[in-house]
């Protein structure tokens, strides 16, 4: 079995659907299981949705329901013109029900806010159905969430052995139905949503279509990796290909990077820290079920999908020791206190820390230059308000002593990382050349075997990646090429181990 993931740009028209489709058929005596996004933009739309209904805003929401089912009808009149379209308007009445429901209780819960925004994949099942039917397959849409999660709303985590019943259930009445069907059968599963199984029943309405109440949650936002790959480990799959936009995982951002190579292997901790670090090619958490259970995980590309694409590996014996990848990412702030005082105040730093996590902030990187003194930490912006709050509570009697001069946030910084598997250190080197040489000094930095990381103003981040990528990706690139006969072809750099071929030069700058 193979589990197929569209994004949402590769099921962002009609007519990319029925691409899709075709895909999906030509490789049915794979068994392949497609797991499907909402519509590019759908999730977005239905977030707006979701807001305006919190605020009771009806006529808002009517209208950005009809632009939501518009956009669905143009698609399905594209995949299948002259067709009874019926089921997909149920379930806009249904969907329909449920906003009204939310905007008469203005419930702006989390538990409100899934239900409304997994939407999106449950529509776009019908979809890819029909055209698996139209390209000349039978396709089978799955109605519900096949990940078991817990109740943490907006961003839920798994339980994988409740997942696996869902998920094999699911499987075994679509085996059942395809025994009778004449054309090759392919079954269709929602990805990024889930249901918190067994947790007790939210005021959340179940849909019409479904036969019994559920809690629906959602992975976080770019889930669909992440349930593709729970899929796979679910269902004992031999192989879970991410189908996206471009030909892979690429050294950098290739909307921004023009130079940006596709890797054609990369380690499961290299993609999962590339990930972390804002390459928005993989969902985070996505390589961790591929990485335990052993299958094949593979990044490909839906417009091009002879294309070997990325693929994930325990370890690259090739890559040792090089620079991979360069990625940013924005929207974060940095937490400093000020004062002579800070290190006559115990244990500041894990209190600090301890105080930041209590707000529910994410603290991304976190620094004191000797123990003690001058704490820095950079967390998520998004936190930055409520972290303030509970500092200002836990160091309530340092503040009033004057231990404490002054707390300040710095916003409008970003990350900017370089990654690899087991850095040399003189990568660090050039890598603050470059920066350097652009004029940017990081506020803050690390450097680890995995990492490189800066935190620089948000404004410098493009050009830092660009840089980095030209002064330190490239000549890694190169020195791989060198090593190689044929560097980049069929995926070949993890075969026969080049262990012995380590040694290597920094290259020379520029
Ligand atoms: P999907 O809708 O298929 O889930 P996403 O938009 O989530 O697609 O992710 C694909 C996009 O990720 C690409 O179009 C690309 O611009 C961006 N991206 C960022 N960093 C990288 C990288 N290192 N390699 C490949 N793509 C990247
Ligand atoms: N549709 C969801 C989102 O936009 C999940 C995904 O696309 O991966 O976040
Ligand atoms: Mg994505």
Redesign the pocket.
């Known amino acids: 079995m193979l589990v197929l993931k569209f994004?949402?740009t590769s099921v962002g028209s009609g007519e990319r659907i029925l691409r899709v489709a075709e895909i999906a058929l030509g490789l049915h005596a794979r068994e392949p299981v497609v797991v499907t996004?909402?519509l590019a933009g759908?999730?977005?739309a239905l977030l707006a949705l979701a807001t305006a209904a919190a605020q009771g805003d009806r006529a808002e929401c009517d209208a950005r329901l009809a632009a939501i089912e518009q956009r669905h009808f143009d698609a399905a009149h594209s995949i299948d013109p002259g067709g009874d379209w019926a089921a997909l308007r149920d379930r806009f009445v249904a969907l329909g029900d449920a906003i009204a429901t939310a905007c008469d209780a203005q419930d702006g819960s989390l538990a409100m806010r899934d239900g409304i925004i997994g939407w999106?994949?449950l529509l776009a099942v019908l979809l890819v159905e029909r055209a698996i039917n139209r390209v000349g397959g039978s396709g089978y849409a799955w109605d519900e969430p096949l990940i078991a999660t817990d109740d943490h709303y907006g961003e839920a985590t798994p339980d994988a052995a409740k997942t696996r019943t869902l998920a094999t259930t699911a499987w075994e009445a679509f085996q059942a139905w395809r025994g009778s069907q004449p054309l090759p059968g392919i079954f269709v599963a929602p990805?990024?949503i889930g249901q918190a199984v067994g947790y007790p029943l939210t005021a959340q309405r179940a849909p019409d279509f479904l036969e019994h109440w559920i809690n629906s949650t959602t992975l976080g936002?770019?889930?669909?990796?992440y349930s593709a790959s729970l899929i796979a480990a679910a269902l004992d799959a031999e192989a879970c290909w991410i189908y996206t936009d471009v030909d892979g995982v690429f050294t950098a951002d290739p909307r921004l990077v023009a130079g940006a190579q596709p890797l054609p292997i990369i380690s499961y901790a290299a993609a999962g820290r590339l990930a972390l670090c804002g390459a928005k090619v993989l969902?985070p958490r996505s390589v961790a079920p591929a990485a335990q259970a052993g299958f094949e995980l593979r990044v490909k590309n839906t417009f091009h999908p002879e294309h070997e694409g990325t693929l994930l590996v325990a370890a690259s014996d090739a890559t040792h020791g090089l620079p991979l990848a360069v990625a940013g990412r924005r929207k974060l702030a940095m937490i400093v206190l000020d004062g002579p005082s800070l290190p006559t105040i115990p244990n500041l730093f894990g209190r600090l820390c301890t105080a930041i996590s209590a707000a529910g902030a994410e603290i991304v990187l976190a620094a004191q230059p000797v123990p003690g003194h001058d704490p820095r930490i950079v967390i998520d912006a998004v936190g930055a308000d409520a972290a303030q709050q509970h500092i200002q509570q836990e160091f309530a009697h340092e503040i009033a002593r004057g231990q404490i001069a002054g707390q300040r946030t710095i916003d409008g910084l970003a990350l900017c990382t370089v990654v690899g598997d087991t850095l040399a250190s003189t990568w660090g080197t050039l890598a603050q050349r470059a920066l350097a040489s652009e004029k940017i000094t990081p506020r803050l930095h690390s450097a680890a075997p995995e990492a490189l990381t800066y935190i620089i103003a948000a404004t410098d981040l493009d050009r830092a990646i660009v840089r980095l990528h030209r002064d330190v990706i490239e000549p890694a690139l190169r020195e791989l090429a060198q090593q190689r006969a044929r560097p980049y072809a069929n995926g070949q750099w993890a075969a026969g181990g080049r262990t012995q071929q380590r040694r290597r030069t920094i290259p020379p700058q520029h």
Request: no cysteine; net charge negative.
């Open positions: 994004g949402g996004s909402a759908v999730t977005d999106g994949e990805g990024f936002r770019g889930g669909s990796d969902h």
